[in-house]
C-alpha cells in the first residue's frame, strides 16, 4: 500500500472556515459489498477536498482506500486527501474489502465554496456484487443537519421493509425519538434511542419496533433528537434496495 495525504478525522469532525461539510450517513464494505465516492470539480480552478470515515460508535473507521488510477494504489487510513482535483476533473476512490465481515459506518466530506456554492460535488454509491457481479446499488444522498426528519414507508411482508441510517454531528450522546405512524396517520409505535457522539445508528424500522412486523402496512416515520442529527431511508424489497426521501 502507498503513502497519501492523511488528516486526523477529528479535523473533519470541526468546523473548517470557507469549507462546507457534506454529511453521508450510510457507507457498507465487506461480505460482497462495496461503496464508491466520486468526486468532481465543477469550477475553472483546481480544488482540495477530505474524505473522513467514521464507525457507528463514533471512533475513527480505519479502512483500505483504493484509487483506481491512474496509477492505482491503496491507503490504509480513517481519512483521505489528494493533490487538488483539476478544473472539471474527477477523482474516484473505493472502499472495499475481501473479508466476508461486513463493515458499516458513515462518512463526511469537507469542500470549498466558491461564489456561495460548493467547488466540489461528491456521489456516494453502495453496492451488492457477493460474486462480482453487481446485483443491487443504492445512491447516499448528502444529508443535512436537522434535530428532525421524516421519511414514508411502505411495509409489504418479510421481503419488503424501510430502513435508516442516522448520525449524531455532536460530541455528546443524541437522544433520539421515532414515531411510526399508520396509513390513518396514527402513531403506533414510539421508540427511543440513543445516537453514540459522533456515532450512527443504521436499522430497519421493524428491527427497532419489532411489533410492527406484523400488521403494519407502512405510513410516516418520524425522526426527531436533542441534538444535530443527519439522516436517509433505505428501501428494501427482496434483493433490490434504493434510497428513499426525507423532508
Known amino acids: 500500500m502507498s503513502a497519501c495525504l492523511l488528516v486526523p478525522t477529528t479535523l473533519a469532525h470541526g468546523q473548517i472556515p470557507g469549507q ?10 465487506g461480505g460482497g459489498w462495496f461503496t464508491s465516492v466520486l468526486v468532481t470539480n465543477v469550477t475553472d480552478t483546481p480544488q482540495e477536498f477530505t474524505h473522513g470515515f467514521t464507525a457507528p460508535d463514533g471512533s475513527d473507521l480505519y479502512l483500505t482506500i483504493t484509487v483506481p488510477g491512474p496509477p492505482y494504489r491503496q491507503v490504509w487510513g480513517s481519512s483521505y486527501s489528494t493533490n487538488p482535483v483539476p478544473p472539471k476533473g474527477s477523482f474516484l ?3 472495499r474489502s475481501f473479508d466476508q465481515k461486513v463493515t458499516t459506518g458513515w462518512m463526511n466530506t469537507w469542500v470549498p465554496v466558491v461564489n456561495g456554492k460548493d467547488a466540489l460535488k461528491v456521489q456516494v454509491t453502495y453496492f451488492y456484487a457477493p460474486n462480482g457481479v453487481i446485483e443491487g446499488q443504492a445512491a447516499v444522498i448528502p444529508a443535512e443537519l436537522t434535530r428532525s426528519f421524516s421519511f414514508q414507508a411502505v411495509h409489504s411482508g418479510e421481503s419488503s421493509d424501510t430502513g435508516f441510517a442516522i448520525v449524531n454531528w455532536d460530541d455528546v450522546p443524541a437522544i433520539a425519538t421515532m414515531n411510526v405512524r399508520n396509513m390513518s396517520g396514527a402513531v403506533v409505535a ?4 440513543t445516537i453514540p457522539p459522533g456515532g450512527q445508528v443504521a436499522k430497519f424500522v421493524t428491527e427497532l419496533a419489532p411489533a410492527l412486523k406484523t400488521g403494519w402496512n407502512g405510513g410516516l416515520v418520524e425522526f426527531s433528537s436533542d441534538h444535530k442529527i443527519a439522516g436517509m431511508s433505505i428501501l428494501m424489497n ?4 434504493s434510497t428513499g426521501q426525507t423532508f
Open 93 to 95: 476512490v473505493i472502499l
Open 20 to 29: 462546507h461539510v457534506l454529511i453521508f450517513p450510510q457507507i457498507v464494505y
Open 190 to 193: 414510539t421508540v427511543n434511542f
Open 238 to 241: 427482496g434483493g433490490v434496495f
